[in-house]
T-cell receptor, first 113, second 113 residues
Framework: KAGVTQTPRYLIKTRGQQVTLSCSPI?????VSWYQQTPGQGLQFLFE???????NKGNFPGRFSGRQFSNSRSEMNVSTLELGDSALYLC????????????FGPGTRLTVT | KNQVEQSPQSLIILEGKNCTLQ??????????LRWYKQDTGRGPVSLTI?????NTKSNGRYTATLDADTKQSSLHITASQLSDSASYIC????????????FGSGTRLSIRP
């Protein structure tokens, strides 16, 4: 069974631009969670989607948004990029909402210049 | 305040030696504790998951322990291999709230030949 895939793997953007990241969960998994990882803050929860609905949201500004499609694929969008948004963005999929068993993708490395 | 503290921050050991990583957590109401291994530039991979009623769980050469009374966990690695070089992240999760999952800052383990 294929693992979680994320595209693109690397991205360089300029301050003020917006970016969309994509995540394809493991086949059959219906929950997708997004995390931001930085050297200073570590891993931080962004949001969780289940059945096309956002179920939980972390403490991030409204510039961070996401959505989930009927095939469980998910996208996250960051608008008006700031230098501090440079990070590794990870998505994790699980069978059900808020499951103990989460499988992480390889991440998208976003650099904002 | 919910938090997870890991020690040491970094560790260097010789191949073949054993080591133990520590994790102290304060998450309430506590549901489960997870250990992840994260190779550089990759997503975290789950090693063990323990609920509050479990004291120990093994996964090959990795053995995790949990003391829910003292809110401490440890990850013991036996007969280390070069491929064990990675960051090890401790995660404490409460009941039914993905937004309140707390990630430790990780222990960076380096195995020297």
């Amino acid at each position: 069974k294929a693992g979680v895939t994320q595209t693109p793997r690397y991205l360089i953007k300029t301050r003020g631009q917006q970016v969309t990241l994509s995540c394809s969960p493991i086949s059959g998994h219906r929950s997708v969670s997004w995390y931001q990882q930085t050297p200073g803050q570590g891993l931080q929860f962004l949001f969780e989607y289940f059945s096309e609905t956002q179920r939980n949201k972390g403490n991030f500004p409204g510039r961070f948004s996401g959505r989930q499609f009927s095939n469980s694929r998910s996208e996250m969008n960051v608008s008006t990029l700031e230098l501090g948004d440079s990070a590794l963005y990870l998505c994790a999929s699980s069978l059900e909402q808020y499951s103990y068993e989460q499988y992480f993708g390889p991440g998208t490395r976003l650099t904002v210049t | 305040k919910n938090q997870v503290e890991q020690s040491p921050q970094s560790l260097i050991i010789l191949e073949g030696k054993n080591c133990t990583l520590q994790c102290n957590y304060t998450v309430s109401p506590f549901s489960n504790l997870r250990w992840y291994k994260q190779d550089t530039g990759r997503g975290p991979v789950s090693l063990t998951i323990m609920t509050f009623s479990e004291n120990t769980k093994s996964n090959g050469r990795y053995t995790a322990t949990l003391d829910a009374d003292t809110k401490q966990s440890s990850l013991h690695i036996t007969a280390s291999q070069l491929s064990d070089s990675a960051s090890y992240i401790c995660v404490a999760a409460p009941y039914s709230s993905a937004s309140k999952i707390i990630f430790g800052s990780g222990t960076r383990l380096s195995i020297r030949p």
